[in-house]
């Protein structure tokens, strides 16, 4: 039988697994220069953290891995983390102290089945959660540091989709459905079918038409929003929504960052309370974000305001790949042309004091590889040592060791 990776997974070839920690080093280095600092959280999560007071929808539950961890004669149901935020915000109810603001970041897995097998299953992200303000300057901030670290990856052109939960919630309480009706309206939304909004009956018309407004909200400035809020017709929950919508669109005006308004263009926004934000960069999804005031004390916490957001690492990748990114450092062949013990002791040996001088320093033993800005030849005899430039075809001998990182400094 042949051996096959299962469907829905990929592997990391060398070119990807360097894009991808070059990613996460920028990442990591754009967030703890924000003063965020990182956690880790485990990849089983119990199933009960994710179906709590609804923190995901049925369709979302139903595409995630769970099993029973099983204990004697009892168990409890895990699950293969589907999401990146639940389990960092049960960490911070678990572990800090709730009265404080957390500035948190993480690089994770998340797991989704996919019936077809030709997407990814396994889904990189790099995370951010900003744990403990209600300030849209809260909001602004995440936005500004996601845009920072995809311009530091060098793409350029990032554009951003403004959205708003609390909008969308303010609508559906406007239409006056039953429980069972508005979970299923939901789902379908939370799916990408903005339509079944305008194909709901409310007994009201002019909620009819405020629907297919808000639908139609697409590219529109801050000041639309508080033109918006100002109409007489406006419900209250819906202008309060309205308020810091245009609240945030108006920070972001003042401080010079281009954005569009869609409403429709956020998914999977299950447990999003108030603004949500897509970035995208030729073509690709490449992040998203959102506030979830609800969610910590829907999951034992006390209440407790909060935003985030996640960069896709697969799309990242692929945005950066053709530029080939290479480590920084210089890359040294160590190549041992002789057999005898002193020659590959002292191959090591050098080689060690490359690296500690802060090159890549790469041992060949078989003569067979190639590549790197110089190569070292170690022999017995008669110099130790032959430091060869291939880019000018040159070579040099040097009798020590130490020579040798001068020579190549």
Known sequence: ??????????DLLPKDTEAFRYIEDVFSKACLGWGYREVQTPTLEYLHLFTAAGTLTPNMLSKVYSFLDWDGWSGERVVLRPDGTIPVARLYIENLPQNEIARLFYITNVFAFEETGTENRERWQCGVELIGSDKPASDIELILLAVETIR??????V???????????????????????????????????????????????????????????????????????????IPQGLKSALTNFAEIAGLLDAIGCSYQIDITSTRGFEYYTGLCFQLSAKGYKIGSGGRYDNLIPLIGGKKTPACGFALYLEALVSLIQPKAKTRTEQKILVRCDSRAADAIRASFELAGLLRGAGCVAELDFNGRQSGGRWVVAVQDKPMPFIVIDPTRNQKKEASTMADVVKMVG
């Open 1 to 10: 039988m042949i051996s096959q990776k299962c469907k829905g997974a990929r």
């Open 152 to 157: 530091q990856l060098g793409v350029s052109d």
């Open 159 to 233: 554009q951003i989709q403004l959205s708003h939960a609390g909008v969308l919630n303010a609508l559906l309480k406007e239409l006056k459905l039953s429980s069972d009706e508005e979970v299923k309206l939901l789902d379908q939304i939370l799916d990408g079918n903005w339509q079944v909004l305008t194909e709901a009956k409310p007994k009201d018309s002019e909620i009819r038409r405020l629907i297919s407004l808000f639908l139609d909200l697409k590219g529109k400035t801050s000041g639309f929003l508080e033109n918006l809020k100002a109409m007489p017709q």
